[in-house]
């Protein structure tokens, strides 16, 4: 009996070491995610990590209009106003798959959260979103015809 005492206590403070350690993790990483530091807006990107990125977004684009075509306009009036200096809000967008894939775009697009939950907008000396869309949209077909 008590050698089974034994093990029964060894495998609580291994369970209580676990829970800590994984309550640890989980704050630091709601940490990461809530906050904007000013590492993540000062990112500097390689030529080809910027480039990886942008064909990112335009694909992300692409699967986000084929998903929600009706949402084309939009969209393309959201970007045109983030262009504009505007803030997106996508917190009133009920549809989840939307909303995850409208974030996930705009992210690869530049776009950083501002401290309110849902809203993103456009740092300084990242490039308009359009442009990009566009530019990347174009050689990309080149490359495809090539």
Excluded: C, F, N, Y
Excluded at 26 to 35: F, G, I, L, Q
Excluded at 38 to 59: C, G, I, M, N, Y
Excluded at 128 to 142: D, I, P
């Amino acid at each position: 009996m008590g050698k089974s005492s034994k093990a029964d206590k060894k495998k609580e403070k291994e369970s209580k070491k676990h829970a800590k350690k994984h309550k640890k993790a989980k704050s630091a990483k709601r940490e990461a995610s809530s906050s904007t530091s000013s590492s993540d807006a000062d990112e500097v990107l390689t030529p080809r990590q910027q480039l990886a990125r942008d064909k990112a977004a335009v694909v992300a684009l692409r699967e986000l209009l084929w998903l929600h075509a009706p949402a084309r306009k939009e969209l393309r009036d959201m970007l045109w106003t983030v262009d504009q200096g505007k803030a997106a809000s996508i917190a009133g967008i009920s549809d989840q798959g939307l909303r995850g894939r409208l974030r996930q775009l705009l992210k690869l697009l530049g776009l950083r959260g501002t401290g309110i939950k849902d809203v993103l907008a456009l740092p300084k000396g990242v490039p308009a979103t359009l442009s990009v869309l566009g530019h990347r949209q174009l050689s990309l077909s080149l490359q495809r015809q090539l």
